[in-house]
């Protein structure tokens, strides 16, 4: 599950994808613990919110569980875990 997720994630590590106010509406959306979709939904529509999210993720500003199953509609996504 691991590789799967990190590949997805990698193809969101540039910096053309990232849009700073998304992302502070998702830091917001995220500051607790809720499932993915819900978050996006909250700051705008999925196709020009996720990507900024999966960056989010790639670069561990936000925190999800890449163990555990490919990233879905319902993975945990949160604040980042503390390095």
């Known amino acids: ?11 969101y590590r540039h910096p053309r994808v990232y849009r700073p106010a998304v992302a502070a509406a998702l830091q917001a959306a995220f500051d607790s613990a809720r ?3 819900a978050g996006v939904r909250s700051v705008g ?5 996720l990507p900024v999210l999966f960056h989010l ?3 561990g500003q936000l925190g999800v569980d890449l163990c555990g199953a490919v990233l879905a509609e319902d993975s945990i996504v949160g604040p980042a875990l503390s390095r």
């Open 1 to 11: 599950m691991v590789t799967a997720n990190l590949r997805w994630l990698s193809g």
């Open 57 to 59: 993720l790639w670069h």
């Open 35 to 37: 499932p993915l979709m």
């Open 45 to 49: 529509e999925a196709i020009m919110v």
